[in-house]
């Protein structure tokens, strides 16, 4: 199992639990050290995304907040916020699993992670895995169905 | 006392632990309902800013990760994920104590707050409090002189 299907069994996580299903794995040396999905609604907190929850765990396990030589595997485009902390944290290389144009932050609406104004070492790698966005995709479609079925 | 001037102390209570002086707070119908300062270095959490701090302690008190119709006070204009954050979180009012030149996200390295890419809910006010500056000034001030006699 790849670290990008991991990072989709996180999302499938979320899912469960009725959340946008995004899942976020960072990994060093070939291994684990934070794993996260998103967790807005049910902790009721506007950080709770996949990849700020795995970069904590990152920075625990670590004992560092410098994740230099690290990657995250991300399931969907990082918002401005998350790509925020991934500048911030100095991870090295992003792997992102699809695109977000309403409000992706590496590209798709800003650029934070590769922009010249901004400070970053973090090298992004586009994955476009179908997967990645087929969970999105009918996450949304059924939260149409039941909007219009009450 | 305003609320910047907590701002400022909260700022102070990051000097006394030798962390970056930032400090924030968050209001909301003129109650404090979270505080924070930079906690970086203390915690190794790279995402332990003093607004990331203050906002999920007042989403924790409204219960709620929507915190429209509340303002949040920063000593320092918040970096690119703290902008993000800002956003996400749908603070209506965001006060600025004073600019950042090199990770300033709301204006002075890039605009996430006011941007016609971004769906943001947040209006940006500017203090210009040299309070605010001349805390971080002495702080850089004494790092210098720090590094020197070692």
Not at 40 to 47: D, F, M, S, V, Y
Request: net charge neutral.
């Amino acid at each position: 199992m790849n670290f990008m299907d991991i990072a989709l069994e996180e999302a499938k996580r979320a899912l469960y639990l009725k959340e946008v299903p995004i899942g976020a794995v960072v990994v060093k040396d070939g291994n684990i050290i934070g794993k996260g999905h998103n967790l807005r609604e049910t902790l009721k907190n506007p950080l709770a995304h996949a990849e700020i929850i795995a970069i904590k765990e990152a920075s625990e396990t670590l004992g560092n907040w410098r994740l230099n030589g690290c990657s995250i595997y991300v399931t969907l485009e990082p918002c401005i916020m998350c790509a925020g902390a991934i500048v911030q944290s100095r991870i090295s290389k992003l792997y992102i699993g699809t695109f977000d144009p309403n409000l992706g932050g590496c590209g798709s609406v800003v650029d934070l992670v590769n922009n010249k104004y901004i400070n970053s070492n973090t090298e992004v790698h586009w994955l476009y895995d179908s997967k990645c966005s087929e969970i999105l995709k009918d996450f949304f479609i059924d939260i149409r169905k039941e909007s219009k079925s009450h």
